[in-house]
């Protein structure tokens, strides 16, 4: 399918703001006082962040590819996968799409919010809290160490994941036969008379990419929450900074910009390696 550049920007802002939406929604809706989800538990999140990514990629995966994630989009352009010259526009729509979203679940939340009486809940519907965090200085070396642990190895399990399942969907392999047999896939007609045999496939894979990602939420969730994904963690955290506690509640309190660092860098580093050991070994 052939997009205009603006097209593909366009989607990955509407992308990135669907799955804060979603994802953050429902963390909100467990997490603050007085919602009819409040203390619901663990399994409703890992269900809405796996349904916030699937939804995007069944809506917008043939548009932008549905990065929603700046180190997937790195990690893609390192590999050669992706081209370079769409990185920065495809960074700033996913940081501003995830701004947007928090944006909505704010409005939506704001009687809760403002009913909330612990910090974390609240910071928590924005961004990701190690839980080794108990307030204290002394407490931060450990929860960088083990949320930059946490958050590569989910990280790389999702982008390794990824690029199999959408590399290696049911009817993939057709692609394969006929470029052995000397087919221009290259071709607008060609494409449209094959389209019929791959988008079952492809629509599974998108499907499964959701559900690996509701298996790791549910896997790896405990240490961080976590985020996999610098946009989905920076741009609610600046919004969280930014809104006063008008709006929040006098439950917000500080933004913990001393831990910001981690799902920002973790990520970045294992969507590089993971998608760069993807390509040597399948090419």
């Given at each position: 399918?052939?997009?205009?550049?603006?097209?593909?920007?366009?989607?990955?802002?509407?992308?990135?703001?669907?799955?804060?939406?979603?994802?953050?929604?429902?963390?909100?809706?467990?997490?603050?006082?007085?919602?009819?989800?409040?203390?619901?538990?663990?399994?409703?999140?890992?269900?809405?962040?796996?349904?916030?990514?699937m939804m995007p990629a069944l809506m917008f995966?043939?548009?932008?590819?549905?990065?929603?994630?700046?180190?997937?989009?790195?990690?893609?352009?390192?590999?050669?996968y992706f081209d370079w010259a769409l990185v920065p526009g495809y960074i700033a729509a996913q940081f501003l799409g995830a701004m947007a979203g928090q944006a909505v679940v704010v409005g939506v939340y704001r009687p809760y919010f403002l009913k909330t009486e612990n910090s974390?809940?609240?910071?928590?519907?924005?961004?990701?809290?190690?839980?080794?965090?108990?307030?204290t200085t002394a407490s931060r070396k450990a929860s960088?160490?083990?949320?930059?642990?946490?958050?590569?190895?989910?990280?790389?399990?999702?982008?390794?994941?990824?690029?199999?399942?959408?590399?290696?969907?049911?009817?993939a392999e057709l692609l394969g036969f006929l470029a052995e047999q000397g087919a221009d896939l290259s071709d607008a007609a060609a494409k449209m008379q094959i389209t019929h045999y791959l988008n079952p496939g492809l629509n599974v894979a998108h499907m499964g990419?959701?559900?690996?990602?509701m298996a790791l939420v549910a896997a790896v969730g405990g240490p961080t929450g976590p985020a996999l994904n610098p946009a989905r963690d920076l741009g609610p955290r600046i919004l969280h900074q930014l809104l006063p506690q008008a709006v929040l509640g006098q439950a917000k309190a500080d933004s913990k910009w001393w831990y910001a660092w981690v799902p920002v860098v973790a990520p970045i580093a294992a969507g590089i390696s993971a998608i760069a050991l993807y390509k040597l070994i399948y090419g």
């Open positions: 399918m052939d997009v205009a550049v603006h097209v593909k920007y366009i989607t990955e802002f509407l992308a990135t703001a669907l799955m804060i939406i979603i994802g953050n929604g429902t963390v909100a809706n467990v997490d603050l006082k007085g919602t009819k989800g409040n203390n619901s538990g663990w399994i409703l999140i890992a269900i809405g962040y796996g349904l916030a990514v995966g043939n548009v932008s590819g549905n990065h929603i994630n700046p180190a997937f989009t790195i990690g893609l352009a390192v590999s050669g974390n809940h609240v910071l928590g519907s924005f961004s990701t809290i190690s839980a080794l965090d108990d307030g960088w160490v083990n949320g930059f642990l946490n958050e590569f190895f989910g990280s790389f399990v999702l982008f390794f994941g990824a690029m199999s399942i959408t590399k290696h969907y049911f009817g990419l959701g559900f690996l990602v």
